[in-house]
Each structure stands twice: as structure tokens, then as C-alpha cells.
């Protein structure tokens, strides 16, 4: 969110937190953001054998849960015909 | 007695009215160069605590982590020996170091030669973007003397300002300033093609104020061009070397900036977060160094319409000069600037 949109550290941990449905403490708790990437799919760092979202996957889920533009996923969509080239 | 280290790295050790004294006297030399308000009575007891505590390693209280960008990830990797791919080796940043963003960079850190391999680093960009989360930044050092001869095609200005050849000089320096945001600005598209979440550029005004120029043209283009592209500029130092001198970006000479004003010229030409850095003095202590660097830092934070991340590393933020810095006194610089100096990223 700092890159994306300027935010001050203060406010990119809120807006994220609140995009989660997370305090903003649990943020950088290991346990409980396990749990939430899971139930999300946004991807952990271990990503399981199963159908857990992956790299550019977990991108995609993790753009439209914080209303960004994520330029790699953007570029995925008009190569794959999901959206037309803008 | 408190351990702690001078700037070179070597320990010593001090009571704790000679760190008091240090400290004042880092804030004072700040304060008085970079036109900035000393820190708070608060502050230097809060820096105290910091610097005095006795464990090895100090961290931050919950709730007030950082996030850190980076530079030059791959570099590291090579840098020790290992023969790593890069697309690997930012996968292990991701996986293994943690690492809240990723940047790819080629080892000769440069736009001058990476202008040469576009297509291949394009190539590993577009591959570990596939398989990474982490926003990926391309970096490279701006690095502009080496577009001087030999390397390059324009005069070099130390040659010819000692030869009293002083509108050559000048005139030397914007060719390649102007050579620079033409290679900056095939990066920026090749990187952006490549799908790469933005920029890195890294030491920047490492070569002056023509060199900041010229970088600050590049990002005012580029964001013109790519509203979406994330651009991190990193500086090189905690003063713009006027080694032009009359250069102006808006208005405004860039020689002689310090922080806060190198975040706000950063902030005007639409760079995203600004990389704060002030240059460690090795003939004082950690205590001294620190507190300079907190000085600025902080200033810089307040001010700024952008996020700022304090360099924090090898001769920068407080650390000793060091290739193996210690991390005694880089837990206690990371620490003192997010709780101290409120700064939004190392």
C-alpha cells in the first residue's frame, strides 16, 4: 500500500488489517496470519501440495481484496482473454 | 559500563554520561547541518534505553514493526559465493529470509550495462513473477560517471574542472545526466513490460546534483507514463554533492539537500517512497552516529508527502562501516528508527 498508494506505515497497516478483517497487531503475528492466508488463499510461505493458491494466483486474490492494480496480474488477465487490453 | 561499537565496527566500551554526550552531540551536528529540530528530551531517553540495554540483539515492541525494502537482492547471494539463479535466489528471500518485498537486479548494479541486457533480465523478472507474492522491483544504481570516458562517451567534469575548463565541466554533466533518464526510462518500459511492479533506483545522487536531476526527469516521465508503476528511490547520501552546483529541478537547487528536501524533490517528481541516508563517520561512535541519523531521519519522516524507509545497513542509519555488520548495532539503529524516528519502512 506504500508503493501502491503513498501510504504512511500507520495507515497502509490499517487499511490492510481492515481488508483482512484482522487487528492491526495480528498483522505481523506468524500464527494467526497463517490462518488467515489459508482461509483467504492468498498463499503462506508454505504453500502445502494441494489447492492452495500460489505466486501469481494468490496476486490475483490478494488484488481484488485490496482494490489494487497488480501490473504482472493485469498483463495475466489480457494474455489469458479474462479482460481485454486496456 | 555499556559495550557498544564505534563507527568502524570496533568495540568499546563507554559509561553511559559519555553515550549521553555523544548522543547530544549527534543531534546537535544534525540539527545544525541539515537545518532540522533536535530530537526530544523524550527521544534521547528513549535512544538511551536503546543503545544502553544489555542484551546482544533489541528489538521493537509489538505493534510497531516496519516493513523493509531492499536492495540489490541477487548481488547478495553472489557477493557470497553462491551460484544461485536469480529467479532462485529471490524465491529464497521470499521463502526462507521472509522478506516483505523482492528486488531483481543484475551484478553489475548499474543502468549504464544493464541497458545492454534488457531482454534477459526482462526474461527473469517475467519467470519469478510467475511463482513469487511479494511486490518485485527492478533496481539499479543510476551510477552516472560511468558514462564518462574512458567507460563513456562524454568528458569526465573531474578532469576538467581541475583544468579550469569550468563551462565544459558543467556541460559534461548534463549530457550525462541526459544519457541517464534516456537509460532510466528504457528500464522503466522493458521492466514494466516485463510486468514488474516498479523501480528501484538505488544511490542515488552518488554522482551529484546532475545525477539527481537526471534521475528526478527520469521518474516525472516514467509516472506520466506508468501511473501504476511503484518507484522506490533510494539516496546515496545525507547531502546532494554539488559538484554541478547550479542545477534546478522546479525551481529549486538541488545542491546541497539533506534529507527531508531530497524526500520532498523525490515526493515532486512522483517517486512513491523515498530512501532516507545518512553516511556513517567511522571516527565516531555508534552512540554519535546513531543519533545524527535518527536526527535527520526523523525530520525527513515528518515532512514528507511520501512514505520514507531509512537506509540501514553497511555504513548507513547508524551502522558501522563493516562488509559483516554487527548486529548489535543494527538491531538498535532498526529499532531506535521505527520507535524513535516513526520512519514507514527500513
Known amino acids: ?86 | 559500563m555499556v559495550t557498544t561499537r564505534m563507527g568502524d565496527g570496533a568495540i568499546v566500551q563507554m559509561s553511559e554520561a559519555e553515550i549521553r554526550k555523544d548522543i547530544e552531540d549527534g543531534i546537535e551536528d544534525a540539527s545544525r547541518k541539515g537545518k532540522c529540530p533536535p530530537l526530544t528530551e523524550s527521544d534521547i531517553l528513549h535512544l538511551m534505553d536503546i543503545v544502553c540495554d544489555k542484551r546482544k540483539f533489541v528489538s521493537v515492541e509489538r505493534g510497531n514493526e516496519l516493513v523493509l525494502t531492499y536492495d540489490s537482492q541477487p548481488l547478495k547471494f553472489t557477493r557470497l559465493g553462491l551460484p544461485i539463479a536469480m529467479p532462485q535466489i529471490l524465491q529464497t528471500y521470499e521463502r526462507v529470509l521472509m522478506a516483505d518485498t523482492l528486488e531483481m537486479a543484475y551484478v553489475h548494479y548499474s543502468a549504464k550495462p544493464v541497458r545492454m541486457i534488457l531482454p534477459e533480465e526482462q526474461y527473469a523478472v517475467a519467470e519469478t513473477l510467475l511463482g513469487t507474492v511479494p511486490a518485485l522491483l527492478y533496481g539499479v544504481m543510476p551510477n552516472m560517471p560511468l558514462y564518462t570516458k574512458p567507460e563513456g562517451p562524454f568528458d569526465n567534469a573531474s578532469e576538467l574542472l581541475p583544468a579550469g575548463k569550468i563551462d565544459e565541466a558543467l556541460a559534461a554533466q548534463m549530457e550525462c545526466a541526459d544519457a541517464l533518464e534516456n537509460d532510466l526510462l528504457s528500464l522503466g518500459r522493458a521492466m514494466d513490460t516485463a510486468g514488474a511492479d516498479g523501480l528501484d533506483l538505488d544511490t542515488t545522487a552518488a554522482g551529484g546534483d546532475a545525477e539527481f536531476y537526471g534521475c528526478l526527469n527520469a521518474i516525472e516521465k516514467l509516472r506520466a507514463e506508468f501511473p501504476r508503476m511503484n518507484i522506490n528511490v533510494g539516496m546515496a547520501g545525507e547531502f546532494i554533492l554539488g559538484f554541478h552546483g547550479q542545477v534546478k529541478y522546479k525551481g529549486e537547487r538541488l545542491a546541497g539537500m539533506y534529507p527531508a528536501d531530497q524526500c520532498r524533490m523525490v515526493a515532486a517528481a512522483g517517486g512513491n517512497i523515498c530512501g532516507a541516508v545518512v553516511n556513517t563517520n567511522t571516527n565516531r561512535s555508534f552512540p554519535w552516529n546513531i543519533a545524527r541519523a535518527l536526527t535527520h531521519c526523523k525530520h525527513a519522516a515528518e515532512v514528507s508527502p511520501i512514505p520514507v524507509h531509512a537506509n540501514v545497513g553497511m555504513g548507513v542509519g547508524g551502522v558501522p562501516m563493516q562488509m559483516t555488520p554487527p548486529i548489535d548495532c543494527v538491531s538498535r539503529a532498526s529499532t531506535a528508527m521505527a520507535e524513535i524516528g516513526r520512519l514507514d519502512g527500513l
Open chain 1, 1 to 86: 500500500m506504500q508503493l501502491s498508494k503513498n501510504m504512511r506505515l500507520g495507515e497502509a497497516k490499517k487499511y490492510v488489517a481492515d481488508k483482512l478483517g484482522v487487528d492491526i497487531q495480528d498483522l505481523s503475528d506468524e500464527v494467526t496470519m497463517r490462518e488467515v492466508r489459508e482461509d483467504l488463499d492468498i498463499a503462506t510461505v508454505f504453500m502445502g501440495y494441494g489447492h492452495a493458491s500460489r505466486g501469481i494466483e494468490a496476486k490475483s486474490n490478494i488484488a481484488k481484496l485490496l482494490g489494487i492494480e497488480i501490473n504482472c496480474v493485469e498483463r495475466f488477465k489480457q494474455k489469458t482473454g479474462m479482460v481485454l487490453p486496456g
